[in-house]
Antibody
Framework: EVQLVESGGGLVQPGGSLRLSCAASGFTFSSYEMNWVRQAPGKGLEWVSYISSSGSTIYYADSVKGRFTISRDNAKNSLYLQMNSLRAEDTAVYYC?????????????WGQGTLVTVSS | EIVMTQSPATLSVSPGERATLSCRASQSVSSNLAWYQQKPGQAPRLLIYGASTRATGIPARFSGSGSGTEFTLTISSLQSEDFAVYYCQQYNNWPPGTFGPGTKVDIK
């Protein structure tokens, strides 16, 4: 069974940093591209970042470019999102999501999400 | 960036009735369109990809159609577990894979 479990969320002050993790199991993690998608409270879904299976190709939404860094450790079956210079508008539930083979922009499995709150 | 719109914002339907949800893209996305279902407090779930292909384990009462800029998700006979928010997402011009604002299907 495919499982994605996020962790690392919490309350952080504006300008602060946080590192999210996503532990993957039930599939060959190193063979799949991965995404981070977020959802502000009561709002819709926003794609945040993508990383290829090897980590060689990375994309970011304009809203987080230069502040967030996506990475992965295939030996540890883990995906990460380093978030710096956090703003109030980054407050959201952050989901890690697997992209199905050949469909980089989709997400066929999602974690349960981790809440990031940016507030003083 | 392609902008996705969905209508209606809220759809009130009685159990057993048919529900038709619409999604429109600001420019053609071919058939590179997915639908997701999200229930309160849960992560989204992939329902449809390629505009009309059901994802693994999705019941046959869910069907998708359309191409280009106009798409439809149809739930043939609503079950109690189908009351949720539904999002469309284009992945033709990616990144970013833009989502629509969602349609909430609630009980009439």
């Amino acid at each position: 069974e495919v499982q994605l479990v996020e962790s690392g969320g919490g309350l952080v002050q504006p300008g602060g940093s946080l590192r999210l993790s996503c532990a993957a199991s039930g599939f060959t993690f190193s063979s799949y591209e991965m995404n981070w998608v977020r959802q502000a409270p009561g709002k819709g879904l926003e794609w945040v970042s993508y990383i290829s299976s090897s980590g060689s190709t990375i994309y970011y939404a304009d809203s987080v470019k230069g502040r967030f860094t996506i990475s992965r450790d295939n030996a540890k079956n883990s995906l990460y999102l380093q978030m710096n210079s956090l703003r109030a508008e980054d407050t959201a539930v952050y989901y890690c999501a697997r992209a199905p083979r050949g469909y980089s922009g989709q997400a066929d499995y999602w974690g349960q999400g981790t809440l990031v709150t940016v507030s003083s | 960036e392609i902008v996705m719109t969905q209508s209606p914002a809220t759809l009130s339907v009685s159990p057993g009735e048919r529900a038709t949800l619409s999604c429109r893209a600001s420019q053609s996305v071919s058939s590179n369109l997915a639908w997701y279902q999200q229930k309160p407090g849960q992560a989204p779930r992939l329902l449809i990809y390629g505009a009309s292909t059901r994802a693994t384990g999705i019941p046959a009462r869910f069907s998708g159609s359309g191409s280009g800029t106009e798409f439809t998700l149809t739930i043939s006979s609503l079950q109690s577990e189908d009351f949720a928010v539904y999002y469309c997402q284009q992945y033709n011009n990616w990144p970013p894979g833009t989502f629509g604002p969602g349609t909430k299907v609630d009980i009439k």
